[in-house]
């Protein structure tokens, strides 16, 4: 199974292109798009494909890395294939895909951003594509909200609640997995998955969800970073007990 990594977006809101692109972006000394490798080893992939954009050499570079593959050390003695591959300058999200050959997705993948993290199991997720129910399989959370809530009458406020977490919204939570043939429903290199390719897979009953109801954290802007740094969120710890991650050979 093929670790997937979407980290070919411009970084709008860490500065643009220009600055240090956001998956290589350091919470706790480790670059996020290294963090994201190794959920996705954890859970099962033997090989991390990061498909990147005009951030490219910038974020090979950022990494140490001398040429597009290596590997990725996330326990002693246990080294994952690791390459970054150049998807083009303005593809969408789910364009990005067709930089990959049907071939490599045989066993089916795993797929996630660079800067989403979860303590969830995605084993739930890579079960529903290999029963064969669906082309894709989406994990969903209850995110707390960024902006106070307020409940009033005639004009007068009766509840406030400052950012809740509303357990009957469920988001996207940027975590997948799906078969080869998800390649099938992206035909344009300026599609983003959550749209077009998204519609026509819900249009043929080919997606599903699993909900997961504990810490999820988006890292969106330099200031989610400094929160996850100095907030109580383990998924950030520097430790090889956590994360597993103890360093990247190249």
């Not at 070919?8 to 600055?19: A, C, N, P, Y």
């Not at 004009?155 to 609640?161: M, P």
Request: hydrophobic letters at 40%; one cysteine or more.
């Amino acid at each position: 199974m093929i670790g997937i990594i979407l980290a070919g977006g411009k970084s709008l809101r860490f500065g643009g292109t220009g600055f240090k692109p956001k998956p290589v972006v350091q919470v706790n000394g480790i670059a996020m798009v290294l963090r994201a490798a190794a959920k996705l080893i954890d859970e099962g992939a033997s090989r991390i494909l990061v498909l990147t954009g005009q951030n490219h050499h910038m974020v090979r570079d950022a990494l140490g890395m001398t040429d597009d593959k290596g590997f990725l050390a996330t326990a002693p003695a246990v080294y994952t294939p690791f390459e970054l591959r150049f998807s083009g300058d303005d593809t969408g999200s789910g364009g990005r895909l067709l930089a990959i050959n049907r071939s490599e997705m045989a066993g089916g993948a795993l797929l996630s951003y660079s800067d989403v993290f979860t303590d969830a199991p995605l084993g739930p997720l890579i079960d529903i594509v290999r029963n064969g129910t669906s082309t894709l399989a989406l994990m969903t959370v209850s995110p707390r909200l960024p902006w106070g809530i307020v409940h009033s009458e005639n004009g007068r406020v009766t509840r406030f609640n400052e950012k809740p977490q509303m357990p009957t919204i469920r988001t996207n939570a940027g975590f997948y997995a799906c078969s080869p043939s998800i390649l099938d429903y992206v035909h344009e290199e300026r599609e983003m998955l959550e749209q077009e390719p998204m519609a026509r897979m819900i249009e043929t009953k080919s997606v599903s969800s699993s909900h997961h109801d504990g810490e999820w954290i988006g890292l969106d802007s330099p200031k989610d970073v400094m929160e996850a740094e100095l907030g109580p969120k383990h998924l950030f710890r520097n430790s090889s007990n956590s994360i597993r991650l103890t360093k990247s050979i190249f």
